[in-house]
Nanobody, 119 residues
Framework: QVQLVESGGGLVQPGGSLRLSCAPS??????????MGWYRQAPGNQRDLVAE???????NYPSSLMGRFTISRDVTWNTVSLQMSSLKPEDTGVYYC???????????WGQGTQVTVSS
């Protein structure tokens, strides 16, 4: 069973920055996933895509988040990171790491990390 370990959530003031990281448990490397990404879910809302990155490094963001959020892959550290800047209160939510298996297509989820943007 694949585990996705997330880190980096917390409380930040509006306008601030935060970096989230996600690492698959050994022995899986990020190269074994076709796509990895981040979703977020605010209370009472559905889980929505925040950013995703493919094995080839292609990225995808909702238009509303482009320019503020950046997703990246680090093969050396076996992590996928989400750099968030100019954060707004509406960015508050639980952020989930997601990975799609490269060969079987299975989708895996992390346990989620809370991000709260508040003064």
């Amino acid at each position: 069973q694949v585990q996705l370990v997330e880190s980096g959530g917390g409380l930040v003031q509006p306008g601030g920055s935060l970096r989230l990281s996600c690492a698959p448990s050994a022995p899986r490397g990020i190269g074994s996933f076709e796509t990895m990404g981040w979703y977020r879910q605010a209370p009472g809302n559905q889980r929505d895509l925040v950013a995703e990155i493919t094995l080839n490094g292609d990225t995808n963001y909702p238009s509303s988040l482009m320019g503020r959020f950046t997703i990246s892959r680090d093969v050396t550290w076996n992590t996928v990171s989400l750099q968030m800047s100019s954060l707004k209160p509406e960015d508050t939510g639980v952020y989930y790491c997601n990975a799609v298996d490269r060969w079987g297509g299975q989708r895996y989820w992390g346990q989620g990390t809370q991000v709260t943007v508040s003064s």
